[in-house]
């Protein structure tokens, strides 16, 4: 409940990443997103998600 009531009253609260793709400037996507997925790979660790939305990100900035 805590968490919905902060949610309501900061509607433009978004990541650092968020904010400098919205701004156009680059972001710390291979350092953490890409460094987490080698990680993962190296260990036998499946990360379905980080890897989906490491890929959508790389289409977003690929059409920018």
Known sequence: ??????ASQMPAFTSSMNRDF???KPLELE??????IRLADEHGVPVPAHKALYA???MRLAAR
């Open 1 to 6: 409940r805590m968490a919905e009531g902060l």
């Open 22 to 24: 919205l701004a156009g």
């Open 31 to 36: 350092w953490l997103t890409g460094k987490l």
């Open 56 to 58: 959508v990100i790389k």
